[in-house]
C-alpha cells in the first residue's frame, strides 16, 4: 500500500468515527429505544470501519485502526469543550476504548466477506 492510500485510509476512518460519536452523543439518532439499560450505540461504531473497508478495497487495517485511535483523543476533546459531560474521563475512555473494538470488527466481517467471495468465485 501507498503511503498516499494510507494516509486516506485513516483521514477516512478518523471523521467517521468522529461523525459517529457526535451523531450518538447529541441524542441525534435514539437506539436504546429497545433496551433501555444497555448501550446498543456502540454497534454503529461498526459503520466506520464497514464504509472505510469498501472505500479503501484495500486489505489497509493497520492504517484504519490508525484512524480510529487518532479518533479517540479529538473525540474527548470534542466531549469536553462542546458537549455536556456524562461520564467520567476514565468511563468516556473506555467507552471510546469499545468502540474501536467496533470499528475493527466491521472492518474485519467486510474483509470475512471479501475473502468468502474469493473463495466461492475461485470453487466455480
Known amino acids: 500500500m501507498s ?3 494510507s494516509l486516506k485510509t485513516a483521514a477516512i476512518s478518523s471523521l467517521l468515527f468522529i461523525f459517529v460519536f457526535i451523531v450518538l452523543k447529541n441524542n441525534t439518532l435514539v437506539v436504546n429505544f ?3 439499560q444497555g448501550n446498543l450505540g456502540l454497534l454503529l461504531y461498526m459503520l466506520p ?3 472505510t473497508c469498501f472505500i479503501n478495497r484495500g486489505n489497509n487495517v493497520l492504517a484504519l ?3 480510529a485511535l487518532i479518533g479517540v483523543p479529538l473525540c474527548l476533546l ?3 469543550y ?3 459531560e456524562e ?3 476514565w468511563q468516556e475512555l473506555a467507552y471510546l476504548g469499545s468502540a474501536v473494538f467496533w470499528t475493527m470488527l466491521g472492518a474485519m466481517c467486510v474483509l470475512l466477506y471479501r475473502i468468502w467471495i474469493m473463495q466461492f468465485r475461485h470453487r466455480d
Do not use: E
Request: net charge positive.
Open 34 to 36: 429497545i433496551d433501555p
Open 3 to 5: 503511503r498516499r492510500s
Open 65 to 67: 485502526l490508525i484512524g
Open 49 to 51: 470501519g464497514i464504509i
Open 78 to 80: 470534542i466531549r469536553h
Open 82 to 84: 462542546f458537549m455536556l
Open 87 to 89: 461520564r467520567g474521563y
